[in-house]
């Protein structure tokens, strides 16, 4: 067997044995490239001039809140919702998007500010000022990505599916909530 397919055999053996702690960490890590994206890509910092601490930040909710969170939510969806078929399909994505989105979008940004170290007030404001344009933005994104991963990717595989397009999804919310 060549080095690739070690590699995957030793990722799958370890999806199966540990899936909760393989998402956290494949998570944090491209939602801290994620906002390593933002800041040298879109913000135009020199490497000098990113912010550490904030990518950090952004590893941290990562690895503890998101991918933790979306693991246990794909499980969920699996288990209430069924596995196969297109009305399921058509279901999960309907509860990932009116129930999971809006309530997930609210508490990133309200932890991301906390994390920073801004008040309630301040926070309420960054909530009245982003969270609708953010929550339009999922809308306009995540739809026919979440149609194509629950009708065609193994659950094991749907964390990683969408935190590789979340790479660009995480580096429009790391650019959109630093902004003042």
């Known amino acids: 067997m060549n080095k690739s397919g070690r590699i995957l055999q030793l990722y799958k053996k370890l999806l199966n044995d540990h899936f909760v702690m393989v998402q956290a960490v494949q998570t944090g890590t491209l939602m801290g490239t994620g906002d390593l994206i933002a800041q040298t890509i879109i913000e135009k910092k020199s490497f000098k001039q990113v912010h550490l601490w904030r990518t950090a930040r952004f590893f941290a909710i990562g690895a503890v809140m998101v991918g933790p969170t979306i693991s246990m939510w794909y499980k969920a969806l699996s288990k209430y919702i069924g596995h196969t078929g297109k009305s399921v399909v058509l279901k999960k994505v309907a509860l990932d998007q009116f129930v999971f989105a809006p309530t997930f979008l609210a508490l990133f940004i309200t932890v991301m500010n906390?994390?920073?170290?801004?008040?309630?007030?301040?926070?309420?404001?960054?909530?009245?000022?982003?969270?609708?344009?953010?929550?339009?933005?999922?809308?306009?994104v995540w739809p026919p990505i979440q149609l194509f991963n629950f009708y065609f990717i193994p659950l094991q595989y749907q964390v990683l599916l969408v935190q590789v397009v979340a790479l660009f999804w995480n580096a429009y919310l790391s650019w959109k909530t630093e902004e003042k």
Do not use: A
Request: charged letters at 35%.
């Open 114 to 140: 906390t994390l920073e170290g801004h008040s309630w007030d301040f926070i309420k404001l960054q909530l009245k000022k982003k969270y609708k344009d953010i929550l339009i933005t999922n809308y306009e």
